[in-house]
């Protein structure tokens, strides 16, 4: 059977029925809440079910911070194994975040053979506390020698174990850190956590001098949107650049897109409703709070959005939700897209990472009030971020690079790579009035009147949205919008958080400073958020991010402007970017080290991977179709028109062949050595050579007779529901 025949058929069938190939998903009850959590060994089930002191101890560890007692973990772990079995678990895995930018686990069985022939359930507490995983199939970036293999795994109680159910049984999984032998972090749990401690130690510190005296903790919180797009699994079958590299390499301009904005909050199609509710089933019985869900901006877009949560948390939960997309995806027929550009000149997708500070008594410390510019602590905080994102925006910028993300920023909906803030009309005003001397009022908006009588007048916002901005101010968190939709939100989160950490301990030493001399605190902390404000100001901009008006300005300011992934990667291990990572604990050196090795090499082998698959489809499954079409065409073309079309068909043929040795012959110059080198020639080299294939190819699709094009069409991965 052609390749062309296996597509139409597919067609065919998708047209026919496009739930054929999808499960039907029964909710077992409409009521939610009455499941949240099942699936979670959290708070309310350790309190059930562990002693009184065992419990207490364990909190305090989670609460606090304080070093877990060895002592308590054989009861734990007695206790956590009978709950995994009341749920159906037969094993049990150690979950980590190596820095391959997903997931990883190794499943151990509880069964345990005994004397006589028989076997017994067991987990010990030495099983829970830590595992030995072969750390040498794992990127290190040179932290260890390949035959050095031992690594281990260290449980996190304050993230609480969970049962991952499958088709035929159920895995109880405990997150954890991921170290090598010597200690080096070889995961993104562990930088994250140490952010987080950073970030509280300082935070606290400015408590302090605001005479708070009920706050012990501080945690930065993350509500991290998750944009992806779901495309017909036996469509995306037919597509192996889409398979191999999660984009696709070619395909031209569908007659219809998102021009007419139809799909933005339109009707959700009934199979992903379907899809949706089983999703969101699987994530309430694990504790994961999601709460929206909606189309996107593209055809076949889709986004949900949890509640907030501690960072740590917020982390887990969407590598779970990432994991859960894609497998629930294909029990429904669908194929989940999570690449932050999987169709050129249609949206691509994020992952927006909503960012605040919480006190463990629940203070926002991001909440402006309704007089912000009475709310001294807030200002405070907020100048704070402001001077963190002035300072080390290169640094945030490097927090979200990668060859997929590169495709995405500045453009439809995606922010630039140029980090600025966006505060909005009201704070931006208060902080100009400070920049100037005092702060003396809040702008004040008026409700909207819709001018019909029935309607109740409705509330503004102290500020529009700007959709535009990579770092937008909205209301009580900032919310960074850079993030890419594949990306572990750890990384960026763990940037954000020593880079604020590093603002606090400067400005709260100049407060201190300003207190020894007898200065008044409340004109001392005035002082020093106006002169935070004047110096750090050039990074504040409400406009459109996407002009080269903004280009030219943001130049002036002296913002960096770091278009591509090998603009950030002398970032990582910079002496300038060593310092901050060791006075805050966040990485050592050999840390920073391997991570310039790991995302460099990532970035080399994810672009060589793209540029085999464009070799592989343009030479094996475009180039015989095109050749095919022409023979038709001679004999079939016999005025000067037609044989113009031949003409165009035999230049694109001609140009196709000489693109592909090119870029073959290209791949094989990869420079050895220094991988900065290697990063350069791919960035420079092998993607400017791919697009000019590419275009070639998307010339061809709309020559050639549609009967022997072999790729599903754009047109119709994104329109076959």
Not at 142 to 149: L, N
Not at 199 to 225: P, W
Not at 639 to 663: F, H, M, P, V, Y
Request: aromatic letters at 8%; glycine letters at 6%.
């Amino acid at each position: 059977m052609s390749t062309i025949n296996v597509r139409r058929k597919t067609l065919v069938t998708v047209a026919a029925d496009p739930n054929s190939s999808a499960v039907t998903f029964t909710s077992k009850t409409a009521d939610l809440s009455s499941i949240y959590g099942n699936h979670c060994f959290n708070e309310a089930v350790q309190h059930q079910r562990l002693p009184e002191k065992v419990f207490e101890s364990l909190q305090e560890t989670i609460r606090s911070s304080k070093q877990l007692d060895p002592g308590i973990a054989e009861t734990v772990a007695k206790v956590m194994l009978d709950w995994a079995i009341e749920h159906g678990a037969t094993h049990f895995t150690h979950w980590f975040q190596p820095m391959t930018g997903s997931t990883a686990e190794k499943h151990d069985c509880f069964v345990m053979p005994v004397n006589g022939g028989k076997s017994i359930a067991r987990f010990s507490g030495s099983e829970l506390i830590r595992g030995e995983p072969d750390a040498s199939s794992f990127p290190s970036g040179g932290i260890r020698a390949t035959f050095e293999a031992r690594g281990y795994t260290a449980w996190d109680p304050s993230s609480p174990a969970f049962i991952l159910r499958h088709k035929n049984g159920s895995t109880l999984v405990i997150p954890t850190i991921f170290v090598s032998w010597t200690g080096e972090a070889l995961d993104m749990r562990t930088p994250l956590l140490r952010s987080m401690a950073a970030l509280e130690k300082h935070a606290l510190k400015v408590l302090k001098l605001f005479d708070n005296k009920k706050s012990t903790r501080v945690f930065s919180t993350v509500g991290a949107e998750q944009e992806y797009f779901l495309i017909d699994r036996r469509l995306a079958a037919l597509r192996p650049d889409l398979l191999v590299t999660g984009r696709t390499l070619f395909g031209a301009k569908p007659p219809k897109g998102q021009e007419l904005e139809d799909n933005y909050f339109g009707s959700i199609p009934e199979r992903v409703i379907g899809f949706m509710t089983e999703l969101e089933y699987e994530l309430v019985l694990l504790g994961i709070p999601v709460r929206t869900r909606h189309n996107e901006v593209a055809p076949a877009q889709f986004e949900l959005a949890p509640f907030f949560e501690p960072a740590n948390l917020a982390s887990d939960h969407q590598m779970l939700i990432m994991q859960l997309l894609r497998t629930i995806a294909t029990r429904h027929g669908f194929h989940c897209l999570l690449h932050e550009k999987p169709f050129a000149g249609i949206n691509g997708s994020g992952k927006h990472n909503n960012w605040s500070m919480m006190t463990d008594d629940g203070e926002n410390l991001l909440e402006p009030g309704d007089t912000p510019h009475e709310n001294a602590q807030f200002l405070f905080f907020a100048t704070a971020v402001l001077r963190a994102v002035h300072l080390h925006g290169d640094l945030l910028r490097m927090g979200v690079s990668g060859a997929s993300n590169d495709h995405r920023l500045g453009a439809n909906e995606a922010p630039p790579a140029i980090m600025s803030i966006f505060l909005g009309g009201a704070l931006e005003e208060v902080f100009q009035q400070l920049a100037q001397g005092a702060a003396t009022s809040s702008k004040k908006l008026s409700p909207i009147e819709i001018g019909v009588s029935s309607l109740p007048p409705i509330s503004r916002h102290s500020a529009d949205r700007n959709r535009t901005s990579p770092f937008a101010f909205t209301g009580n968190k900032f919310e960074f919008r850079a993030v890419g939709a594949s990306q572990n939100i750890a990384r960026s989160t763990t940037i954000l958080n020593m880079i604020v950490a590093e603002s606090l301990d400067y400005m709260a030493e100049k407060l201190e400073q300003a207190l020894k001399t007898g200065k008044e605190f409340n004109i001392a902390v005035h002082e020093i958020v106006s002169d935070t404000i004047r110096k750090h100001n050039a990074v504040i901009y409400n406009g459109n991010c996407y002009t080269e008006d903004w280009k030219a300005e943001a130049k002036k300011r002296a913002l960096p402007n770091l278009v591509t992934t090998v603009d950030c990667l002398p970032l990582i291990n910079a002496e300038e970017s060593i310092k901050l990572y060791e006075k805050y604990n966040v990485f050592s050196k050999s840390e920073a080290d391997s991570r310039h090795e790991i995302y460099s090499e990532n970035y080399i082998k994810t672009i060589s991977i793209e540029a085999s698959s464009a070799i592989e489809v343009a030479g094996t499954m475009i180039l015989p179709a095109a050749l095919n079409y022409k023979t038709t065409l001679i004999k079939a073309a016999t005025t000067a028109l037609q044989k113009g079309l031949l003409n165009e068909l035999d230049a694109s043929i001609d140009a196709l062949i000489g693109q592909l040795k090119t870029l073959k012959e290209a791949i094989t110059k990869i420079p050895e050595g220094e991988v900065i080198n290697a990063a350069e020639y791919c960035c420079y080299k092998i993607l400017p050579t791919m697009q000019l294939l590419r275009e070639t190819v998307d010339k061809l699709e709309e020559l050639v007779d549609d009967e022997l094009w072999p790729l599903p069409t754009y047109t119709e991965l994104l329109f076959s529901r």
